[in-house]
DNA sequence: GGTTGCACTTAGCATTTGCGTA
DNA sequence: TACGCAAATGCTAAGTGCAACC
């Protein structure tokens, strides 16, 4: 009772806080008709909710709570029955919920909700016994015998020394188009290339044993034991953050004008209206919430007399410095090649000197020892805090972690850090407070190292043991749904939301940021129950935005139970009450964590995600594929994860116009076929009229031409499908942090697929660990 | 048992790089 | 060689979950 007086409370809070005037507002700042704030502010609307379901269980109302013509259809998806993805991500992910209730009315709430509670304590839990723990080692230990990195250097090579002719050389035609020279010029053009031919195999075997020696200093510490749990490395030693550059001023000529007249700003001053002027094309400045956030934190740091000038932001025009910082960008690009070399040979100098430490006496690649520059905080949909100044971090902010005795890191001159620690039980190597909601950013290591790479593999074992338990745990959740006790109910159908549909956990947020949820959070409002839906029965559908506002919107019939309990959970209740307003993902990680240790929501992410990806790679592929066909089997089983986890992106703006390009090049091909074939049987005829040796080659040499055409179209047509299955599917967040690395090389050396088709430079540094210890037995 | 802070993973968008093609 | 595009990489927001504390 008492937590879901606190649920409520703490609901309340946010909602007094974000003004109603705001949230009824769509993303371009207009306001929208809000049938439920109607609803909801009427007393008779209290038990009516947003959510439609059948009085009793005889006939249902089907309603629908969006427009159905602004939701694509997505169908074919085992896991969940119907997983439906917005083709319309734009439009729908900033689709926002109307909420809005008198504290009253919340309150009256909250003791209607009180009625529905069973509060016979049911002891329905069994603890169940742990399996093995840590890091299991493969019985089979393979060394890789590919170079996937091969590729790449050898090019950058190419290139390099193309680059490093003489500008006269540059200016010579090349090869057999050269004009006719002087017996001494030809002399000495022959022994220009013979030094450059030495030079050039100087520099390749340079780059070959460099090359060997990264390859044998490659730490394989997935050969080596572990530290302990809590210990994570005996030293580490670093140069601490590279600090932002700071802030350059205008040039004279640009200014800044208020109310029509030019005005001078103080640095400070000129340095935020910068950050303003840089995003004048984003959509971001249109929106109100951004507009006033910046102007009062800008107003905050402006001088009595600036602040005293400029009154509204309305008045201001920035579109001067946004000229300039267009200008500036045009320029960058438009660098000669030598000037750009100069940039890049500085940006290589730098993370050769801040982006590597040495941990335990191995050279590790930090993640990020940038600090984050100044600037003007994007949140992610309709966040509050958008707008809002993110300050310049000072050393005085940075903490930094290292050991003892190692070099301490210079803070820059005349500063000192916040404070140096020898902490070993973090990973971390410098960390400091933002600003926007005071919480604490790190500077860590990349995830190809050690650290890193560790904690993966030991993430990818713990769902390996899900596995294992996965049977008795869904048996156990199924008995839940008829326990007496309405939080054991509650849990059981939220873990088995978790189970089947993959949502994550839904912690508690905090009051000023966006409103999302996950599945302990869901609210009344976000789910509609059919009770029957597109011919099937008990259909639950689901509609809210979930972790970076990404719309999650879905129709899956579930079991019967489930249907009942979820009618009994909403019952009594407003649309913005929460669905499962008994329990927490605190005590739902509990409840999972007696079934197996470290067991936790988030597992049954990475096991559903693994599982998928193994069980449609087995169904997808067969041997009498071409490489190309195997490729597109592997990313159909990569998308129908990706389509489980909700891993949506924009559409590419070059979409349509890429399609278009590629459909004229398959249309180009297939006119070339026909001409082909036509060709082919014109020489099938001259050799039947006339054989020779002559007429056979040239009908072998037809016959191979179409050959090669129809693979080339074969190739473009993969291509086609592949990029439109793929238009608004991300499948590289899935790729990177779901899917056991191991099924992926197991695979790849079943099916004789380079692992670099799959895999870029970045994906085989961080799962360096499972292309070197895996075969192509490994089950998941 | 709840709250809070901290440490870490997961996430999509922005920017840069480099490849294929005209 | 220049250009346009897709892929790779960088950046940082936004989640999860644990442990200390009350």
Not at 432 to 444: A, D, S
Not at 571 to 575: E, H, Q, R, S, T
Not at 770 to 780: R, S
């Given at each position: ?5 606190e ?28 049938s ?7 007393p ?11 009085a ?15 939701r694509a259809?997505?169908?074919?998806h ?14 729908n ?13 919340r ?54 020394v ?33 030094e450059?031919?030495?030079?050039d ?47 350059e ?9 208020y109310d ?9 001053t ?18 109100e ?5 910046f ?5 905050e740091e402006?001088t ?33 090649k ?19 430490c ?6 590790e ?32 902010d940075?903490?930094?972690?290292c ?8 803070p ?7 404070r ?5 039980t973090?990973?971390?190597l ?27 593999w ?7 043991r ?11 959740y ?10 054991i ?5 939220a ?27 869901l ?12 011919g ?20 899956v ?11 009994l959970?909403i ?5 913005e009450?929460?669905l499962?307003?008994?329990i927490t ?13 470290g ?11 693994s ?5 449609q790679l ?7 594929m071409?490489v ?14 990706a389509i489980?986890c ?5 559409a ?27 060709e082919?049987?014109?020489a ?23 050959q090669?055409l ?31 690395p191991?099924?992926t090389?197991?695979w790849?050396?079943k ?7 799959i895999y870029?430079?970045t ?6 660990w ?11």
């Open positions: 009772m008492k937590l879901e007086k649920k409520h409370d703490k609901r309340e809070k946010k909602k007094i806080k974000l003004s109603s005037k705001d949230r009824e507002k769509e993303p371009n700042g207009k306001h929208k008709p809000s439920k704030v109607k609803q909801s502010d009427s008779s609307a209290v038990s009516s909710s947003a959510v439609k379901c059948e009793g269980d005889g006939d249902m109302h089907e309603d629908v709570k969006a427009d159905p013509s602004e259809q997505h169908d074919g085992e896991k969940s029955g119907s997983l439906e993805i917005n083709n319309n991500i734009e439009k992910n900033n689709k926002q919920k109307t909420q809005s209730k008198s504290s009253k009315e309150h009256n709430r909250k003791e209607k909700s009180e009625q529905t509670a069973d509060v016979k304590p049911v002891d329905g839990d069994s603890n169940q016994a742990d399996e093995g723990q840590g890091c299991e080692s493969e019985a089979t230990r393979k060394q890789e015998t590919d170079e996937p990195q091969a590729a790449a250097p050898v090019k950058i090579k190419k290139k390099k193309k680059d490093e002719k003489s500008p006269d050389d540059k200016n010579q035609p090349s090869g057999k188009k050269r004009k006719k020279q002087s017996p001494e010029h030809d002399k000495a053009e022959k022994s220009k290339n013979i450059r031919d030495e030079d195999k100087k520099k390749k075997k340079a780059k070959k044993e460099d090359k060997k020696d990264q390859e044998s200093d490659k730490w394989k510490w997935w050969e080596e034991g572990k530290l302990s749990d809590t210990q994570k490395w005996s030293s580490l030693e670093h140069k601490g953050p590279y600090f932002a550059p700071e802030y001023p205008l040039p004279d000529n640009v200014c800044f004008c029509g007249q030019p005005v001078k700003l103080s640095p400070a000129e340095e935020i209206a910068s950050f303003y002027a840089k995003m004048l094309d984003h959509e971001y400045t249109t929106k919430v951004f507009q006033n956030n102007f009062s934190d800008w107003k402006m009595p007399k600036e602040s005293e000038l400029i009154q509204t932001l309305s008045k201001c025009d920035f579109s001067q410095i946004h000229k300039y910082f267009v200008e500036k960008s045009e320029e960058r690009k438009n660098m000669t030598e000037e750009k070399q100069v940039l890049k040979d500085e940006a290589s100098r730098l993370t050769e000197e801040y982006g590597y040495l941990l335990d006496g191995h050279r690649k930090i993640g990020n020892f940038k600090l984050e520059p100044p600037g003007l905080f994007r949140g992610r949909g309709e966040h509050p805090k958008m707008g809002k100044l993110k300050k310049r971090i000072q050393p005085e940075v903490a930094i972690n050991s003892e005795n190692s070099k301490i890191p210079e820059p001159a005349g500063h000192r850090w916040k140096v620690q020898h902490d070993n973090v990973t971390w410098a960390s400091w407070l933002e600003n926007i909601h005071g919480r604490p950013k790190y500077i860590m290591l990349n995830p190809s190292s050690k650290l890193k790479g560790e904690k993966d030991q993430k990818y074992e713990t769902a390996r899900l596995k294992m338990r996965v049977n008795s745990i869904r048996k156990q199924r008995r839940d749904w008829k326990s007496r006790e309405m939080k109910r509650q849990r059981g159908v873990i088995y939301f978790i189970d089947k549909l993959a949502l994550r956990a839904g912690n508690e947020k905090d009051d000023e940021s966006a409103d999302t949820v996950g599945c302990c959070s609210r009344v409002e976000h789910i509609s129950l059919h009770r029957r839906l597109d099937q029965e008990y259909v639950v559908e689901f509609d809210f935005l979930g972790k970076d506002s990404i719309r999650y919107y879905n129709k019939p579930v079991e019967k139970q489930v249907f009942k309990n979820l009618k959970f019952k009594y209740k407003d649309p009450d929460d499962f307003d008994r993902t605190i005590n739902l990680n509990k409840t999972l964590n007696e079934s197996m240790s067991l936790t929501a988030k597992v049954f992410r990475t096991y559903n995600a599982t998928t990806l193994q069980d087995n169904k997808l592929t067969t041997e009498d071409t190309e066909e195997k490729i597109l089997s592997y990313n159909r089983a990569n998308r129908a994860v489980l909700n891993h949506q992106r924009a590419p703006k070059t979409f349509e116009k890429s399609m278009q390009l590629l459909q004229e090049k398959i249309q180009k091909k297939k006119e070339q076929i026909e001409e082909a074939k036509k082919l049987k014109e099938k005829k001259a050799h039947k009229d006339a054989p020779s040796d002559k007429s056979k080659k040239l009908l072998e040499k037809k016959e191979k031409a179409v090669r129809s693979e080339q179209l074969k190739k473009l047509q993969l291509q086609e499908t592949d990029r439109e299955e793929n238009k608004v599917i991300a499948l590289g967040t899935s790729k990177l942090n779901y899917l056991d191991r099924i090389v197991a790849c050396k099916h004789q697929v380079p692992i670099e088709k870029n430079k994906q085989r540094d961080k799962f360096a499972a292309i070197d210890m895996t075969d192509e037995n490994f089950q998941f």
